[in-house]
């Protein structure tokens, strides 16, 4: 029987535009705008109509979920799944947080979104949106890469929108040259991958790989992994591929800039899970484990990422700039979620986490990085006019007298991106590390991952320098101009949501460490990854 005409084949692919009905939602309001935008430019009517798009897409995903669950479960045993889109516990609650970022990034973005550019602006954003809520998704090399042009494509339209000025341009050429570049690197790898295997499916490719690395390790599926994870480090801003991120961010508008800073490195995480197989693979039987050298590159990626990153920034005066190094800072981070899920990719006979098995906590840091930096942009967009802009360090000094509202949040953001306690950041970096320190002694690798949790502890306390410095420019020095009033409130807004849930987040991690606990079982590894 031709395997085109397999009935399993076939219903898989009419049946995954069910799948992902949020997300042909948030795309079909962004082409309602973008009709729209030609006829009026009433900014009103443009965001009232992106705001219910985003409601609905949650309110479709909310009704969908008990049914997608359902077929996940009965998926879950078909070694043959044929569907290039998978529902699974860790997307549905990827999209959730996906769709809450995107209602952030709408409110920060008011003051730059003018009536002139409104529609396309929010039009791009919502599409943004559904790009990274997809790549949770994805369970094929040609879906995954369409949801990450998702996200990259509308984002050159973004950061040439707000400025037409000499920076705004040459962040938005320098963001797409290279972009377009990493894509390419990554289609590359992609090649390989396919040719190896002789499949596009996510799920058949980690089997193939799986099984094959078994007997013999393959050196081209190690160049594929390079590759792939050379493509994937421009958007998460890994050494070597970070060069970008400081220029771009310098030039770009802040609302864009926050977009940029959180949703590819969602996006780019959770592609190099499933590629890595860390998502879908059962315990103990991943791809590639450390004879493969893969969890090796990660380990140095990480390493290099968190120290390079912190050592910059200590030598920077521009805001965003310094964020921009703080984001390669926390990338690197991140990345200690890959390598602790690597550690349990050797095949050893009871290798179970005792509590943070990697991917859980890599989902974990991911929601309280979100929180913390959208916040630090949203204080800043807020801050900012065109009289008086928010660029150096000392456009913050005294801010405690002309605004203490806006310093007491910017002070709770910063204090989480350091890692004090009580924030979302410090219980973030507790599980990472944690995790990291608890991973077993592998063959070929030694104690290295006791020698990165070490490492990761020292740059967490040199990230603080630049951190403590900013804080004592708003507390301890006097201002150096006049407080400026009727700034926007969509940007304030924002400013207090995500100053509430980094609070809440860290008083109260249970609340969001249950919900992944729960999330990634079923995704990760095996239902033994409980708290003992």
Not at 242 to 262: E, F, I, K, N, R
């Amino acid at each position: 029987m031709n395997p085109l005409l397999d009935g399993t084949r076939i219903e898989a692919l009419t049946g995954v535009f069910k799948l992902v009905v949020p997300e042909i939602a948030l795309v079909g309001v962004a082409c309602v705008l973008f009709v729209l935008g030609l006829f009026t430019s009433s900014r009103f009517l443009h965001t009232s109509l992106a705001v219910l798009g985003l409601a609905g897409a949650f309110a479709v995903a909310l009704v969908a979920q008990p049914w997608e669950t359902t077929l996940y479960d009965g998926l879950k045993a078909n070694t043959e799944a044929y569907y290039p889109i998978l529902p699974s516990a860790a997307a549905t609650l990827i999209r959730y947080l996906t769709l809450a970022a995107g209602l952030v990034l709408m409110l920060l973005s008011t003051k730059e979104a003018t009536r002139e550019i409104a529609a396309d602006y929010l039009a791009c954003l919502l599409i943004a949106v559904a790009g990274t809520s997809l790549v949770a998704r994805a369970n094929d090399l040609v879906t995954l890469y369409l949801a990450l042009e998702m996200i990259s494509v509308p984002t050159y339209v973004l950061l040439y929108l707000p400025h037409r000025g000499k920076p705004g341009q040459e962040a938005a050429v320098k963001y797409f040259v290279l972009s377009i570049l990493s894509s390419a690197v990554t289609l590359f790898g992609f090649s390989y991958l396919f040719g190896l295997t002789g499949s596009t499916n996510l799920s058949a490719i980690n089997a193939v790989l799986t099984a094959a690395n078994k007997e013999a390790i393959s050196p081209l599926a190690v160049l594929a992994m390079v590759l792939v994870v050379a493509g994937l480090g421009f958007r998460i801003t890994a050494v070597p591929f970070h060069y970008y991120a400081p220029d771009v961010y310098q030039g770009g508008p802040t609302a864009v800039v926050a977009q940029l800073s959180v949703l590819p490195k969602v996006a780019g995480f959770l592609a190099l899970a499933r590629l890595l197989g860390i998502v879908s693979g059962p315990l103990n039987d991943l791809p590639f484990p450390t004879s493969t050298q893969v969890p090796l590159l990660l380990w140095v990626l990480a390493a290099a990422t968190m120290t390079l990153g912190n050592v910059m920034a200590l030598m920077q005066d521009n805001l965003k700039r310094i964020l921009a190094y703080s984001g390669v800072a926390h990338a690197g981070y991140m990345l200690l979620g890959l390598v602790t899920a690597s550690a349990y990719a050797t095949p050893t006979e009871g290798l179970l986490p005792r509590y943070v098995s990697g991917f859980d906590g890599l989902i974990f840091y991911l929601v309280g990085y979100a929180l913390m930096t959208l916040g630090t942009f949203a204080i800043l967009a807020y801050l900012n006019s065109a009289d008086q802009p928010t660029e150096s360090v000392d456009d913050l000094a005294g801010l405690h007298q002309t605004n203490p509202f806006a310093a007491a949040m910017l002070f709770v953001a910063l204090l989480s991106l350091i890692g004090i306690p009580l924030t979302a950041g410090f219980t973030g970096k507790l599980f990472l590390f944690l995790g990291l320190y608890d991973s077993p002694t592998v063959t070929g690798m030694g104690n290295a991952y006791k020698t990165l949790t070490v490492i990761a502890a020292i740059n967490a306390a040199i990230g603080a320098v630049y951190y403590l410095r900013l804080l004592g420019v708003i507390y301890l020095r006097s201002p150096l101009r006049p407080a400026v009033r009727h700034r926007g409130k969509g940007p304030m807004l924002a400013a207090v949501l995500c100053t509430v849930g980094t609070l809440v987040v860290g008083i109260y991690p249970s609340i969001v460490w249950d919900l992944v606990k729960k999330a990634t079982p079923a995704t990760a590894h095996s239902p033994a990854l409980v708290a003992k």
